[in-house]
């Protein structure tokens, strides 16, 4: 399978821990997509890569939140601190430019308690 | 970005035709129009996009009136596995590389 992947798939953590989630995308893709979604809205755009550089944030990224995108390839996002309202699925995609789709992966599914 | 307004819900039959209709009354010149499928538990899927007139892929057809204040996602001879939330999503300039702006969608539920 050469999609979009995401590990771990779910995440049950206590309010206060910090939690980091990965996010694969399609090798030749130079875009990268971070989203959230909670139950019974569509996903909300969090923040995007083009290669290693960081283009945009949205205002819905707190200080809790941080992404890299080291080489380019792979990312990661880290929440710090986690609280009970940041139980969601966290949707990554990818694209390649010039192209008018994004392939997303299945989502981390978290959970704070 | 345009803002888009869809039903909520709907519900269909089996082997029949369903069209989903957005409003898009401020739609900018650049933007295009696309539409994602999202089954539960799962990250959306691209069904279509399209700027103007009609576009038809093996999946399903968009209809958008000269205006293109509003779009028509048709999805032929639906099935029980086409049951899922369908997006209508307006911007992007047709690239897929700029943030997609997804609103609350139209839960589609296909019954036999």
């Known amino acids: 399978d050469t999609g979009v992947s995401q590990d771990p798939r779910h995440k049950i953590t206590k309010r206060g821990q910090n939690v980091t989630f990965r996010c694969d995308p399609i090798s030749e893709h130079n875009r990268l997509y971070w989203y959230r979604q909670t139950l019974g809205q569509g996903p909300e755009f969090l923040t995007y890569f083009q290669n290693e550089a960081q283009l945009e944030k949205s205002r819905l990224l707190s200080n809790r939140f941080s992404a890299e995108r080291p080489k380019g390839s792979f990312s990661t996002l880290e929440i710090q601190r986690t609280e009970q309202g940041d139980s969601a699925m966290y949707l990554c995609?990818?694209?390649?430019?010039?192209?008018?789709?994004?392939?997303f992966g299945p989502g981390t599914r978290l959970t704070v308690l | 970005l345009a803002k888009t307004t869809q039903p909520v819900s709907m519900d269909s039959y089996e082997g029949q035709e369903v069209n989903i209709t957005c409003s898009h009354n401020n739609i900018a010149t650049n933007d295009y129009i696309t539409w994602y499928q999202q089954f539960p538990s799962q990250g959306p899927r691209f069904i279509i996009q399209?700027?103007?007139t009609k576009v038809t892929n093996e999946v399903a057809s968009l209809f958008i009136p000269a205006d293109r204040k509003s779009s028509t996602l048709s999805l032929p001879r639906v099935s029980l596995s086409d049951t899922a939330v369908y997006y209508c999503l307006v911007g992007g300039s047709g690239s897929g590389n700029t943030p997609l702006v997804f609103g609350k969608g139209t839960r589609l539920s296909v019954i036999a």
């Open positions: 399209g700027y103007k």
């Open positions: 995609a990818s694209s390649l430019a010039g192209t008018g789709e994004q392939f």
